[in-house]
Nanobody, 123 residues
Framework: QVQLVESGGGLVQTGGSLRLSCAAS????????MGWFREAPGKEREFVAA????????YYADSVKGRFTISRDNAKNTVYLQMNSLKPEDTAVYSC????????????????WGQGTQVTVSS
């Protein structure tokens, strides 16, 4: 089992920045690829970003590429999502997820999830 707890969400104006954190506990964090997903009211959960177990490769949805940065610190069992140039359409509940070894942009392939943190971008 892997337990995940997100933090760092909040209310920010258009163009602002937030950094989300996801702290992991349980099994060896470095064995897992990590992903960030988001879900807005009335919309399906969508892939935002992912990072391989080593942190050597990262992947982004086209909608956030160039604005968001995913990173991880395996010594701290934490993955981060730095979000810059935020837009109202980024408003959603953001959740981190873990899956063994390989990354995926398919949320159904992640067995472990955090509870989510709300991000609201005002126009």
């Amino acid at each position: 089992q892997v337990q995940l707890v997100e933090s760092g969400g909040g209310l920010v104006q258009t163009g602002g920045s937030l950094r989300l954190s996801c702290a992991a506990s349980g099994r060896t964090f470095s064995n897992y690829a990590m992903g960030w997903f988001r879900e807005a009211p009335g919309k399906e959960r969508e892939f935002v970003a992912a990072i391989t177990w080593s942190g050597g490769s990262t992947y982004y949805a086209d909608s956030v590429k160039g604005r968001f940065t995913i990173s991880r610190d395996n010594a701290k069992n934490t993955v981060y999502l730095q979000m810059n140039s935020l837009k109202p359409e980024d408003t959603a509940v953001y959740s981190c997820a873990a899956r063994p070894v390989y990354y995926s942009d398919n949320y159904s392939s992640y067995p472990y999830w955090g509870q989510g943190t709300q991000v609201t971008v005002s126009s």
